[in-house]
């Protein structure tokens, strides 16, 4: 992904004490600004924050939407877990979970926030997340600790390890340290269709963040020397293939699909 050439600070607030701040400071490279200067506020186009629900990243100015916080006890990701869409989504059968009794390893290359990485974790999956923004990793990391202190997804993100660094780097290192997986999931960054209000909201932030995912192509490579069940890469319905490669079949959905490189049998 790209880097960001967008004003970001992060906005001292009550709910962040010296030792947060500290820590957040130092892993994500960023300058502190004060909740009571709104001036230097204004001057920001993006400020994280530790809000009373957790770590928040948020646009500034006048109509900008609510803010982004990785959440895996209550919202959308907690509804789905109590009420349903387990087994039955789209990703659980392009993994593979249903193939095997076995808990599969998944390198999850681009984690985002961290959303398909846990629905795996839901089915048992132990699911290695890589996630190259400093950024996105610090919200990410918050969601995953405060999701461990519940008694319910404390067991599930148990089996989700977050790693720092770059997709394509990591993956050449595991490759060198003879270290694989079941799967390798890719979910590159694209410009996304989903006219959901929430999916929406963060996609164009992140795209703002981010910019787009240059370096995309080179991480089917990889992917295919790590994986040794199959490699997964969710697309926007009518982008290219990855690479240029085409897969060895597709799941298609209604806005998206799901690109399948098998390699073997479980």
């Known amino acids: 992904m790209g880097t960001s050439q967008l004003d970001i600070s992060i906005l001292q607030t009550p709910e962040c004490d010296v030792e947060k701040l500290e820590s957040l400071k130092h892993d994500t490279g960023l300058s502190v600004i004060e909740a009571d200067s709104p001036k230097a506020i204004r001057h920001q186009q993006l400020i994280l924050w530790y809000s009373p629900n957790g770590l928040a990243l948020q646009q500034t100015g006048k109509g900008a939407p609510g803010p982004v916080i990785v959440d895996f006890v209550g919202g959308a990701v907690g509804h789905r877990r109590k009420f349903g869409g387990g087994k039955s989504q789209s990703i659980v059968k392009a993994v593979g979970v249903a193939d095997t009794s076995r808990q ?34 610090a919200l990410l990391t918050d969601g995953l600790s405060r999701a461990a202190e519940d008694a319910e997804t404390g067991v599930i993100v148990s089996r989700m390890e977050l790693a720092s660094g770059h997709a394509l780097e990591l993956m050449n290192q595991f490759i060198d340290g003879d270290r694989h997986f079941d799967v390798v999931y890719l979910d590159p960054m694209f410009p996304h269709r989903d006219k959901s209000a929430a999916v929406k909201k963060e996609m164009v932030l992140f795209q703002n963040l981010l910019g787009p995912d240059g370096d995309a192509d080179d991480l089917l490579a990889p992917a295919l020397k790590l994986a040794q069940h199959r490699v997964v890469v969710k697309r926007p319905k009518k982008a290219p293939d990855l690479n240029e490669q085409e897969p060895g079949y597709r799941l298609e959905g209604k806005s998206g699909r799901f690109d399948i490189y098998p390699l073997k049998k479980l």
């Open 104 to 137: 599969l390893h998944v390198l999850d290359a681009t984690a985002g926030l961290g959303r398909d990485a846990y629905v795996l974790a839901t089915l048992g999956c132990h699911v290695t997340m890589i996630e190259r923004s400093p950024v996105v990793r």
